[in-house]
């Protein structure tokens, strides 16, 4: 079973993969392109996935908008590591540090993280960037709690009573020995931020605070699908199979991680 769920998983991004960063090549039409008169359009030969209210190819703006969500879920994900990491470590290292930051985290988390993404992105504005900061904002403090957890459990083992016991420095045995044996789970909790941050782009674009039209992304199509699902089912499918794929690959390649990166997993 386990056999067949990573050969599911590596087609699933292998097909998602090409398709999105081979968009250019793949697409043969201008995404933001307007060509009225082919206005919702059945998928046809010319039109693989349709065309949308506007007679914008459909397949095109799916590749596209893939592309931007996996670019800023790739963002957010590196930013959350890096600093959720570090800021984890430190106050798993360090009880004094700990007992303050780990304070302010329990409250900030205790806002569910889509809905501090919502309004962060509300306040500063609309853009990309401005996406990639609200929801790196929102994801860290769950990253630093996991970091932490980890570093807590590695640091009293045996062989880093050890390493202090030789006379090693604090910094030295933290940096050595203690983060790189804690890494497994902050790279599970990645996976799974990645996805999440999907989803919360598209939320955000579909609430109309993400990708401002007309640049293309997979909530803001199924947004602006919402009117035409009577007569145009396929503007609202297709996005949303895309988006499936892309988080049903991702929380299925965490799932792998975590059984190969943890050595007391079972089955």
């Not at 079973?1 to 039409?29: E, G, S």
């Not at 957890?149 to 933290?174: F, M, P, Q």
Request: proline share 6%; with cysteine.
């Amino acid at each position: 079973m386990k056999r067949y769920r990573k050969n599911i998983v590596l087609i699933i991004l292998a097909a998602i993969l090409v398709t999105i960063f081979l968009a250019p090549l793949a697409a043969q039409y201008d995404p933001k392109a307007m060509v009225p008169r082919q206005r919702l359009q059945a998928p046809s030969e010319a039109h693989w996935l349709g065309t949308d209210e506007f007679g914008r190819d459909v397949f095109s703006r799916v590749a596209h908008g893939g592309r931007t969500s996996l670019l800023i879920g790739l963002a957010v994900v590196t930013i959350t590591v890096v600093v959720g990491t570090v800021v984890g470590a430190l106050c798993g290292w360090n009880i004094h540090l700990d007992r303050i930051v780990m304070r302010i985290f329990d409250g900030w988390m205790a806002f569910p993280e889509i809905i501090l993404a919502i309004a962060l992105a509300a306040v500063w504005g609309a853009g990309q960037y401005v996406i990639i900061f609200a929801m790196a904002f929102a994801y860290t403090p769950r990253m630093a709690r996991v970091a932490r957890g980890a570093v807590l459990t590695v640091k009293s083992r045996d062989y880093i009573e050890a390493v202090r016991a030789i006379g090693a420095r604090e910094s030295y045995a933290l940096v050595r020995h203690v983060l790189p044996n804690s890494l497994a789970p902050v790279v599970v909790q990645a996976t799974y931020n990645f996805a999440s941050a999907i989803l919360a782009e598209a939320a955000l674009s579909f609430l109309g605070v993400g990708i401002q039209p007309p640049a293309p992304s997979w909530g803001g199509m199924i947004s602006d699908a919402r009117n035409y699902i009577p007569v145009a089912p396929w503007l609202v499918v297709f996005p949303s199979l895309a988006m499936f794929a892309a988080v049903l690959a991702l929380n299925l390649l965490g799932d792998q991680l975590q059984d190969r990166l943890d050595p007391y997993q079972e089955g």
